[in-house]
């Protein structure tokens, strides 16, 4: 349940500081537990779903329309089958290969956000590979050759890793809400986001909108975004047969130029990998985009032909990582 109209804060049993703003007032969100919910100076609270996340769409939500059960049960299905495993482990190591936990605004944290986080698959492999990077540290050999734009990479002992993942789809929000470390919350990208200004270190945005002001924003000098947008040739054995949209030329470009001014380019890498896809894949690769709005399972199963299998394709990827200035 939400409920933005100011409420009595009589006890708050021990609230958290986060790195949250409440979408109403700006004021900083806490969060307490038993009830788990998050609540701001001024009364504003946002109560857990009993699925774990919370709900931070007001006024009257959004104009946009949500992914779907059936959409994000298509996504972890063939995330789950490790067809998109290479990405995964680059985001990750862009991650650990360009942050720079100095100076940042915990000096035993790295605070993370996934804006249009989906399952969450994504932030749990950076999460995972942070953690890791920490317990080695204390092994130079380990670290010889890793670099972030010109200098030594230096993870902190002792990393905590705080995340946030923020999507528009409730759906896609109860599976993220079972991630370590994370905080799901749904709300429009569109909107500001409810952080605070320069409190993030990393920013992950994976074939998701990108709202190049609010990440300048809540981003921190010196702080990292990743983003990854699919090629123009992804998927093109596929894509006609499965119904899937088909991509525009030069979007490596257009996230540059969204970015530029608040942030500079310091890292850009291609990730390609073959697939070879079961009927039931495909179907899942079909409903798990933007093609799911349109269709449902069982139209896309009638337009392929299960003894075509296995269906081989190349998913080729941009990978950009980008400084704030």
Same mark, same amino acid.
């Not at 994000?72 to 995330?79: H, L, N």
């Not at 956000?113 to 999460?127: C, K, N, P």
């Given at each position: 349940m939400t409920d933005s109209t100011p409420q009595p804060a009589?006890?708050?049993p021990r609230p958290r500081q986060t790195m949250l703003a409440c979408p109403v007032c700006r004021e900083s969100l806490l969060c307490a537990e038993e009830p788990r =919910?998050? $609540?701001?100076?001024t009364g504003h609270r946002y109560d857990a779903a009993k699925q774990g996340y919370f709900?931070?769409?007001t006024g009257r939500g959004t104009k946009f329309r949500e992914d779907t059960?059936?959409?994000?049960?298509?996504?972890?299905?063939?995330?789950t089958a490790g067809h998109y495993e290479a990405l995964a482990a680059q985001v990750a190591a862009t991650v650990v290969r360009h942050l720079d936990p100095v100076g940042a605004t915990d000096a035993e944290a790295v605070r993370i956000?996934?804006?249009?986080?989906?399952?969450?698959?994504?932030?749990? =492999?950076? $999460?995972g590979a942070l953690e890791s990077t920490a317990t080695r540290r204390d092994h130079p050999e380990q670290r010889q050759g890793q670099e972030h734009c010109g200098s030594a990479v230096r993870v902190p002992p002792q990393l905590e890793v705080q995340a946030i993942a923020l999507d528009i789809s409730r759906y896609a929000m109860r599976r993220a809400a079972r991630i370590r470390r994370t905080t799901a919350l749904v709300c429009d990208l569109w909107q500001p986001l409810p952080l605070h200004d320069a409190g993030v270190d990393v920013l992950l945005n994976v074939f998701a909108p990108r709202n190049g002001a609010e990440y300048g924003r809540v981003v921190r000098p010196g702080g990292l975004v990743v983003v990854v947008t699919p090629l123009p040739h992804h998927l093109g054995e596929v894509r006609a047969v499965l119904g899937l949209l088909g991509i525009a030329e030069g979007k490596e470009n257009a996230?540059?130029?969204r970015l530029t001014g608040a942030f500079e380019e310091c890292g850009s890498l291609t990730v390609e990998t073959a697939l070879e896809l079961g009927a039931d894949d495909a179907v899942d690769l079909a409903m798990m985009g933007p093609a799911g709005h349109h269709s449902d399972r069982a139209g896309i199963r009638a337009r392929i032909d299960p003894a075509a299998a296995p269906f081989r394709t190349t998913a080729a990827f941009r990978v950009q990582a980008f400084r704030r200035r």
């Open positions: 009589a006890i708050q =919910r998050l $609540i701001c100076p709900n931070l769409l059960a059936e959409m994000v049960a298509a996504r972890a299905s063939f995330q956000v996934d804006a249009g986080a989906g399952t969450g698959y994504y932030l749990d =492999r950076v $999460i996230v540059a130029e």
